[in-house]
Each structure stands twice: as C-alpha cells, then as structure tokens.
C-alpha cells in the first residue's frame, strides 16, 4: 500500500473509533488519547460537515505499536491541513475477522463514556415534534435567529461517501405537510407541524394548533365581528328609545286597594252627607232686573222648602224660582211666605214624588263644640259638604237695611260656626252628628265687609252664622199656615243712638208720638221713657240691637223678666210678650 492513503473499506461518517487503536495515527506520532484529539482540533461552523470532512487518515496497522507509552502532548494547537480529502480513499479495516464467520455484532463496541446510540439520542434518532409557544389567538411566531435550529429527522440509510470541503452540502427537503407527515411509531397526525430548521426565520408560522394561520379567514372573522357590533348598537338604539318613549315594554300598573263597602258610620261626616243631602236643594232665582243662588232643604212631603228672605226677594214680585234636587231632578216653585225681620221665606214645589223631609233638630241643645255639617251651594257648586264645630250660641246680628228704614233689617240670636259658608250656602241646613238640622245657615262675617245675611264676596274666614231652628221652625209654620210670620214686642220705643250700655227707651217714637205705647206690655210692666234695660232673664243687653234680638228670639205670649236703671237705681219688672204683624 501507499503511505498516506487510505487503505480497506471507507468508515461510517458517523462512527466513533474505539479507545483501543481506532484512533489515526501518523508516521513518528505518539499515541493520543481521542478527547486530546479533539481538543486539538480547531473549531468548525457546520457540526454535520465537520462530521462529515473529519474522516479518520489511513494508518499502518503494522507501525501501532502494541502497548504504547504514553507520549508527551506539545500543548500548543495542532494545525489541521485544510486540504480537501480524496473521494476515492477508504478507511482502514476495523475487524480483519470476515463478517460471514463472526457471530452477530453490534456495530459499535459498548462506550464507556455513553457515547450514541447507546448513551442517548443521536443525530439520527427521529426529531421529536416541534411547536414554539405563541401568542394568544395563534399569532404566528418566528422561531428565534439567534437560537441553534433543532435537530432534524434522519433516516438510518445506506452509508454515503462524505463530500469534499469543496462542495456545497445540499440542503435537506423540507418536511411534508401535517396532513402527511407521519407521527413515529404511529398514524397520520395533522397536530403538529415538524420545524425544519434549515428554513428561513418566519417562513412556517406556527399557530396555537401547530398549523400555518389563514389570514383570510381572520380578517373574514373581524369583518363578521364588525358588522354583528354595527348591528347591536343599532338594536340598542332602537330598544332604548321605545323604551324612552313609552316607558318600557309593558304598561304601568300602580299598587291600589281593593274595592270597600260603601257604607259608613251614621255619626261621621261622610255618613251625614249621605243621610242629608237627599233633602238638601238648590235655588235659582231670577226677577226685577236680579238674579242669584242659593240653597234650602225640604220640609216636609207637600213639597215645602225653608231657605232664606234674602234668597228669594229677587223674586218677590213676578219672578221665578227654580228647584234642583240632588239627584240632578229639577221642578219650579213658588213663594208661599217671608219674613225680612227673620230672614226666612218658604217656597213650595209641586209635581215632584219621592221627598225626603229633614228632620229638624233642638237649637236650645246644642252646646258650644258640638261637631256639625254644613252643606249648600257656595259659588253655584251644589251638594257641598264642609264641617266644624259650634263656635258660640245666641250671637246677636243684625243684617239688612239697604232701604235705610229699617223695615229690611234682619235680627238674628244666631249660632256661630267655623264650618266653611260662602255666598251661596245661604238657607242651606246646619246639621248636626244625627243629621238633623239645627240651624239655618244665613250669614258670614267677611275680611272686606261687616257681617250680613247676604254675606260677603270675599270667601269664608271661618266666621258663620246660623238661625236657631227652633226660631226657623216657629216662623216656617205660620208663613206656611198664614203667609205672614208674627214677631214679639214690648210696646216701647228704643233710641237707636244711645252709646252707653244697655238699651235706652227714647223720649219719643219716630212717628213723633209717644215711646211708650199706652195699654202696651211695656206699659203695663211700668217701663217709662227714659229708663235704660240692662238685662233680659238674668243675660246683659249692651245695646238697642241686641234687645230687640233678644225679645225676638222668643215667641208672643212668653213671659220675661227686665231689669233697669232709673235715676241711678236699678229694678226688676215682668212682662208679657206682645204680638206685630211681620214684613
């Protein structure tokens, strides 16, 4: 053979000679252990070509000495010929035993240091899957430059003669899709995408499953997302303002209680409303130029209705008078009776069933904060209840007198009430817990004028008077029996102008004759002029007007007991009322 070349068949490039004299050695070079070797080679940029060129030189089998000594290593670096090595050289036999006549043999002598296969995977073991962790929603994600490719898969075959420095190594083809790539050892597997690392950076993205990502898709999926946006807005446009506008989908239903019986307490006042008010009525009235309204109540089934003087006196002559019920029913009616001096007038319906007279009750019973109900037709507003208390009895009114000698002029001992009365009530029934009526509401004590029958426009301040019934009842029976109502009276004559207290009877009647009526019960009593009446049955008189209140607050025939001054002394004298006709 030759020095220097190859002799016997070429090694496996990815064989590693044993400990025992597979390592080449030159001619005069001392034994060297293989790691020293290796560290005396200078590094190479590709591990599989340096593999691949780092064949082992051709040695003499006959110049290795059988038990070299160990040798001296220069510690510099050796200087590797970079001469590219002949193709056509082949390696050195390893067993000079024939392979017909050994046994079976694995190829490779048992490695001390675990050297592959034996010690782990080698570069011809099956790369196992590989799948680089991404971003959230499969962003493709290049694998690092700078990071060493993985090992790839290389399939045991036929020994291949290493190439020569000079020539190129050819790239590896890439691997086929997942969709045929076969999993070791198992079936076809689409899950993962085997890397090749001799690819350039980028060019197989890798998604969250192990398969290239179809942007197409994805910017199909962002389109379908806008638009389904695009149109929940658009719905919730719509839903929010039907809601605005009609106050959500369904309609309001409010919480309310259930339905009660009618009925109530006979003492309350909903209870006397309900007992009183089919008597109650209201008066249009209409004549001489006048009009107005006013309220009465009825009296009994013939059709009589006390209301006030007042009231009526538009009508007094050829005027008309209209009843309403309070049922809505209307009917004339015609004057049968009045009484300026009381304030009182009865009118009587005809052609109308079904009455419902109101019982009448006893004024002289009623005490001060008793509850009572007022019911009339303020400001032409019928059937309206109020209520209160009695506030006072036996207050002295006087109302009337626009013709200025004094025939028009009312005296009333009247009841005082906070139970609201406005311009409308007048003749209206003052009732009390029981309904019945105690009194003939007629006037009011007004902010802008004095007290009168007629009351006044500015609206109820809580100060009412009402007619005693046992006064109204007296008087209805005679102006419905004789048209007429009488009044008592004393037989004297009262100076008006007296400013002292008490009433003074004058020197003289106004008709210029005397002012005490001779045969008169003042007369009889032995009341002279002059004399001044400071009480009437034990309650202080402080004026004309309030005596003559007094004195008509009871009937003719009743007995009465005066005291009076004269000449600084005072005495007690009785009388009997006397009877005149009334206007």
Known sequence: MDDGKPTGPKAKWWSRPSAEGAIPQGPGVPPTRSDEVTAQLPPVADEPSAMADAAPAPVDAASVPADPAPATVDPAPATVDPAPVPTDSAPAPVDAVPVSQARPQPLHEPDAYSTPPYGGPGPWALAPPVQRPTPAHGTPMPPPAHQAPPQVQIPQQPHHQPLP????????????????????????????????????????????YGEPRKRRGRRAGLVAAGALALAACVLGGAVGAYIERNGGFTSVELPQADA????????????????????????????????????????????????????????????????????????????????????????????????????????????????????GAPFDLSN?????????????????????????????????????????????????????????????RAADSGTGLSGGQSGSIGLGFAIPINQGKRVAEELINTGKATHPVIGVSLDME?????????????????????????????????????????????????LIVKIRAHRPGDRLELTLARGGKERTMKLTLGSADGT
């Open 498 to 546: 007296y400013a002292g207290d008490g009433a003074r009877v004058g020197d003289k009647a106004a008709d210029g004759g005397p002012a005490v009526t001779a045969g008169g019960p003042g007369a009889k009593a032995g009341i002279k002029p002059g004399d001044v009446i400071t009480e009437v049955d034990g309650r202080r008189v402080h004026s004309g007007e309030e």
């Open 384 to 444: 309206t209840v109020t209520s209160g208390i009695i506030s006072a009895k036996q207050r002295p009114i006087t109302a009337g007198g626009e013709k200025g000698d004094g025939s028009d002029v009312s005296y009333v001992d009247a009841l005082q009430t906070d139970a609201p009365i406005n311009p409308g009530n007048s003749g209206g029934p003052l009732v009390d817990t029981r309904a019945r009526v105690i009194g003939i509401n007629s006037a009011i």
């Open 165 to 208: 420095m000079s020539q190129p190594m050819p790239m590896p083809q890439p691997l086929p899709p997942p969709s045929q790539a076969q999993a070791p050892g198992g079936p076809e597997s689409s899950q993962w995408l085997r890397y090749d690392p001799w690819n350039a950076p980028g060019q197989q993205p890798l998604t969250q």
């Open 260 to 375: 009660e019986a009618g009925g109530r307490a006979p003492d309350s006042v909903a209870g006397i409303a309900a007992s009183a008010l089919p008597s109650v009525v209201t008066l249009h009235v209409s004549g001489s130029g006048e009009q107005g309204t006013g309220t009465g109540f009825v009296l009994d089934r013939e059709g009589h209705i006390l209301t006030n003087n007042h009231v009526v006196q538009p009508a007094s002559s050829s005027g008309e008078i209209s009843v309403t019920f309070s049922g809505g029913q209307t009917a004339r009616a015609k004057l049968v009776g009045k009484d300026s001096g009381y304030d009182l007038a009865v009118v009587k319906v005809t052609g109308v069933s079904g009455l419902k007279p109101l019982p009448l009750g006893n004024s002289d019973s009623v005490q001060v904060g008793d509850p009572v109900v007022a019911i």
